[in-house]
């Protein structure tokens, strides 16, 4: 079924690190807002990199992010998907980024998982030449990655704040 993304981006003037997921999944486009499925990593371990606990209401999220400079987004705008899951994506739309480029400056983009990676370099990178960082995927399918290991992988984002 033919989905397209309903959740505007996530940014201000002061954002410096752009965080990009692949497409939200069923429970963020119930929520209209990112990494909202309860068992998603996300709202634990980037909380846990700034010593913070985990944020809980929408309004609470979006005042951390952009509180440590950070913006979200996905890169997907419109696809085939089913349910939630990143294997049944087809016929991809990419967002257009400039939307978030042209109003603050990003130092840094970071991709969350291999879905969202390639894609960026397929459909973005050629277009706005710049590349992505791939952080490992945050979403519970990633069982490999456990919390703490992700947040020593997702550390890096820090260095560009």
């Known amino acids: 079924m033919v989905q397209i993304h309903p959740i505007p981006p996530l940014f201000d003037r002061h954002s410096r690190v752009l965080i990009l997921g692949s497409f939200p999944s069923v429970k963020s486009r119930e929520q209209a807002f990112f990494y909202g499925h309860k068992q998603n ?12 606990q985990m944020p809980q209401t929408v309004e609470e999220k979006k005042a951390f992010a ?9 890169v997907i705008a419109r696809c085939e998907i089913e349910g939630s899951a990143d294997s049944t994506i ?3 739309q990419a967002n257009d980024l400039n939307v978030i480029l042209q109003h603050c400056d990003i130092r840094q983009i970071f991709v969350n998982g291999k879905t969202a990676e390639k894609h960026y370099r397929h459909l973005i990178e050629p277009k706005i030449g710049r ?8 979403s519970p399918a ?4 456990s919390e703490e290991k992700l947040i020593g992988a997702w550390s890096v984002i820090k260095e560009y704040l």
């Open 131 to 138: 590349t992505a960082i791939c952080l490992p995927s945050t």
């Open 66 to 74: 952009l509180r440590h400079r950070l913006a979200l987004w996905d």
């Open 142 to 145: 990633n069982a490999a990655w």
């Open 90 to 92: 087809r016929e991809v």
């Open 41 to 52: 990593r996300f709202w634990r371990v980037v909380p846990a990199l700034f010593g913070e």
